[in-house]
């Protein structure tokens, strides 16, 4: 038996840091959704009691550095299952930029494996396995839009932002998220970004709300250390996307585009600056 599995990836329509918690990690505040830009997971049982990952892509690790290796092994030892299982990655989500393409991976391998193994565990049940994954994964297990608080694990679900098409372009850098955090100083951040004002505008499915209200305060960081992300920004916004942010940590940068006659445009502009554009939907 095989199962196959979609796994999304997802950008930040509004990330605020409210503290530097003792224990190291960081109080947020984020608004999540996902794109139609998706890497996909073919699970199929083993008889012998192993993990064996492949990729078509050649650049991303297929050991126990894998997080969809390691929410396999967490499913296995968490439940006893003594069946081994292959698991093929088709990787279309750039890795190191901000999409959490590897958090979506473990969350769908959570999923398939739970089907695979026909566990039973709830989908809230998954959520609490990926919190020991990673802050994003809990998120991913369900997808959708949803607030997220505490590290990024305490979700609460809203309605879907109105429908657009989003333009994701990845300069050729990675970034360290724990770097951006560690430089990052919680108390001094001048401007937060309105969490009122962007559910005001979700639920009033208002595209000029939403764009209006994009904010990211990941910025003051990353953009400094890396100009090449702000260029990225301000080549969207004069190529025509209506609300322009960088994702996560980044270094991608998405704009929302509510029309598909400026894709092209945008889509061929961006280009010239780095080879990683994608011109996708929300999903909804």
Same mark, same amino acid.
């Given at each position: 038996?095989?199962?196959?599995?979609?796994?999304?990836?997802?950008?930040?329509?509004?990330?605020?840091?409210?503290?530097?918690?003792?224990?190291?990690?960081?109080?947020?505040?984020?608004?999540?959704?996902?794109?139609?830009?998706?890497?996909?997971?073919?699970?199929?049982?083993?008889?012998?009691?192993?993990?064996?990952? !492949?990729?078509?892509?050649?650049?991303? +690790?297929?050991?126990?550095?894998?997080?969809?290796?390691?929410?396999?092994?967490?499913?296995?030892?968490?439940?006893?299952?003594?069946?081994?299982?292959?698991?093929?990655?088709?990787?279309?989500?750039?890795?190191?930029?901000?999409?959490?393409?590897?958090?979506?991976?473990?969350?769908?391998?959570?999923? &398939?494996?739970?089907?695979?193994?026909?566990?039973?565990?709830?989908?809230?049940?998954?959520?609490?396995? &990926?919190?020991?994954?990673?802050?994003?994964?809990?998120?991913?297990?369900?997808?959708?839009?949803?607030?997220?608080?505490?590290?990024?694990?305490?979700?609460?679900?809203?309605?879907?932002?109105?429908?657009?098409?989003?333009?994701?372009?990845?300069? +050729?850098?990675?970034?360290?998220?724990?770097?951006?955090? &560690?430089?990052?100083?919680?108390?001094? *951040?001048?401007?937060?970004?309105?969490?009122?004002?962007?559910?005001?505008? *979700?639920?009033?499915?208002?595209?000029?709300?939403?764009?209006?209200?994009?904010?990211?305060?990941?910025?003051?960081?990353?953009?400094?250390?890396?100009?090449?992300?702000?260029?990225?920004?301000?080549?969207?916004?004069?190529?025509?996307?209506? &609300?322009?942010?960088?994702?996560? !940590?980044?270094?991608?940068?998405?704009?929302?585009?509510?029309?598909?006659?400026?894709?092209?445009?945008?889509?061929?502009?961006?280009?010239?600056?780095?080879?990683?554009?994608?011109?996708?939907?929300?999903?909804?």
């Amino acid at each position: 038996m095989k199962v196959y599995e979609k796994a999304p990836a997802k950008i930040n329509l509004l990330l605020d840091v409210l503290r530097k918690r003792e224990d190291g990690y960081h109080d947020v505040e984020m608004v999540m959704t996902m794109v139609d830009l998706a890497d996909r997971l073919e699970m199929e049982e083993l008889p012998r009691d192993t993990i064996i990952i !492949s990729s078509q892509a050649g650049y991303i +690790p297929l050991d126990e550095k894998n997080l969809a290796f390691q929410a396999a092994k967490l499913i296995k030892e968490r439940y006893e299952v003594k069946q081994g299982v292959y698991i093929h990655l088709d990787k279309k989500i750039p890795v190191a930029a901000g999409l959490a393409g590897g958090s979506s991976d473990a969350a769908a391998t959570l999923r &398939g494996l739970n089907r695979l193994w026909k566990l039973g565990i709830s989908d809230k049940e998954l959520q609490v396995l &990926g919190t020991e994954l990673g802050s994003d994964v809990p998120f991913c297990v369900t997808g959708g839009t949803a607030i997220a608080r505490g590290r990024g694990e305490e979700l609460e679900m809203v309605h879907q932002p109105p429908q657009c098409w989003v333009v994701l372009a990845k300069p +050729p850098i990675n970034v360290s998220t724990a770097d951006v955090y &560690g430089r990052l100083k919680a108390n001094q *951040i001048v401007k937060h970004p309105s969490l009122k004002d962007m559910m005001r505008a *979700i639920e009033g499915q208002s595209f000029q709300g939403v764009c209006e209200s994009l904010g990211n305060v990941l910025e003051d960081v990353t953009l400094p250390l890396y100009p090449e992300v702000q260029q990225l920004k301000e080549s969207m916004l004069r190529l025509g996307a209506e &609300g322009v942010l960088m994702s996560g !940590s980044g270094p991608t940068v998405f704009g929302l585009v509510s029309k598909e006659s400026k894709i092209a445009r945008i889509y061929n502009g961006l280009r010239g600056f780095c080879k990683e554009v994608y011109a996708v939907r929300l999903l909804g």
